[in-house]
């Protein structure tokens, strides 16, 4: 061997280029990535194979069949990586070498990935060069619908300024127009600005539910178990634009069936203050108290007892009264929440069933409570005062929510007429 190095084959030159031309990329060399253009050694727009283990360079329809080796990496552009990356002077040369814009290998424009990214300043220089606003990722999704996250709130509000649709639905089985998806992310001060720019407050998704029902179903972060204070504005903004409290879903359920699977009183509070009606059954045959009853259980950071009292005070019907063990079942650890369905009968006895229902922990823990409703659900009836309120209570009907804080009693007695529990059944 004379030590000499040997010549570069045709491909061996093309794949030196194209990686020099992706550190270029990477390292945001805008000065070599105009050499390599200018000397028209590699295509502007040529596709890169890259690691993509979270897949924001890819969009896939449903349904679609992926070889677990493909979602570690995706296919994508210059643009698309200038754009992951933040590279501004790097997007700027590949537009100025005329970069096909909309191009999408894998099923996403650059647009989407600015969006998804959370990158305001390629957002901008991406529609100041003619980007499409409008335009659907493989999966369905205009810009707007990647507009996820807090940070991505200026870039939303910077496409709808320039002409996108802020009412335009996905192009999948989903059908969600972007208020349904920033409701869904509990992006409040973007819910108002879409309404505020003409969005349609109850747009329908494919499964008939309105942003509204949207909003109250994810205000529970189910992994921690928290309320969501963000998704309670914004149904606070939607009722406050006219939204539809009573709106039904392909299911028949209600917005406010939503929230009481979720226990959410704040929720329940403000729909049944905006109208929503308390027996609306859904296609199972359930109100909303009954879905109450279902969850208490489950939902540690609820306070069944105020559900309990919104909805019975905004005119629910009861527990059947032979099923009333079921609501010591649910709520044997919140005895609240037990007194106040109890109180809302003129007079329930007790069986067996009621006991069994209660474990003995539970039995010992709470016992003067227990005491108390074994004592009085026997057979004599209640207290002339108990049966005075429930006299009331039958008159008012719907309106004890309304009628009870105007009436001239002490504020204990109005606290009593309403439900509110005391800790003893007497």
């Known amino acids: 061997m004379d030590g000499t190095t040997a010549p570069l084959t045709k491909s061996g030159a093309a794949k030196l280029v194209k990686r020099n031309f992706l550190e270029a990329l990477k390292s945001n060399d805008s000065g070599k990535l105009k050499a390599i253009l200018i000397q028209r050694q590699i295509d502007v727009d040529t596709v890169f194979e890259v690691e993509d283990e979270n897949m924001v360079l890819a969009s896939y329809k449903q349904g679609y069949w992926l070889p677990s080796y493909k979602l570690k990496s995706s296919w994508a552009t210059g643009l698309h990586l200038s754009v992951l990356f933040g590279h501004v002077e790097c997007l700027l040369v590949l537009l100025d070498h005329n970069a096909t814009i909309n191009c999408r290998p894998n099923g996403k424009t650059p647009l989407h990935v600015a969006c998804e990214m959370a990158n305001l300043d390629c957002v901008k220089i991406l529609c100041d060069r003619g980007a499409k606003l409008n335009c659907y ?13 807090p940070n991505s709130i200026l870039c939303a509000k910077q496409l709808v300024w320039r002409g996108a649709n802020v009412n335009m639905k996905t192009n999948n089985q989903d059908e ?36 509204l029902a949207t909003a109250a179903y994810w205000s529970l972060r189910f992994k921690e178990q928290e309320y969501s204070r963000e998704h309670h504005l914004i149904c606070r903004t939607l009722l406050d634009h006219k939204a539809e409290v009573n709106a039904r879903d392909d299911d028949f359920k209600s917005p ?21 009606e308390a027996n609306l059954m859904d296609i199972n045959g359930c109100a909303a108290i009954q879905y109450v009853l279902k969850v208490t259980s489950v939902r540690p950071a609820a306070q069944p007892e105020i559900c309990y009292q919104l909805l019975l005070n905004h005119g629910a019907a009861r527990i059947y009264p032979p099923q009333f063990h079921k609501v010591i079942q649910a709520c044997h650890s919140c005895p609240k929440a037990i007194e106040v369905v109890v109180n809302a009968y003129e007079h329930i006895r007790w069986n067996i069933k009621w006991r069994t229902a209660i474990p003995d922990d539970d039995l010992e823990k709470y016992w003067d409570f227990y005491h108390s409703l074994f004592t009085v659900c026997c057979n004599s009836p209640r207290t002339l005062m108990h049966l005075s309120r429930c006299a009331i209570r039958k008159a008012l009907n719907s309106r004890c929510h309304k009628a009870i804080p105007l009436l001239s009693l002490p504020l204990s007695l109005k606290k009593y007429l309403l439900l509110e529990p005391e800790g003893i059944i007497y």
């Open 176 to 211: 969600e127009t972007p208020l349904h998806t920033a409701a869904h992310f509990g992006l409040s001060e973007l819910v108002a600005f879409y309404v505020e720019h003409g969005a349609v407050v109850d747009s329908v998704n494919a499964h008939m539910e309105t942003p």
């Open 256 to 276: 406010l069936h939503k929230a009481a699977w979720n226990c959410d009183h704040v929720l329940m509070h403000m729909m049944l203050e905006a109208g929503a």
């Open 137 to 149: 990722s493989l999966s369905g999704h205009t810009a707007l619908h990647f507009c996820t996250t």
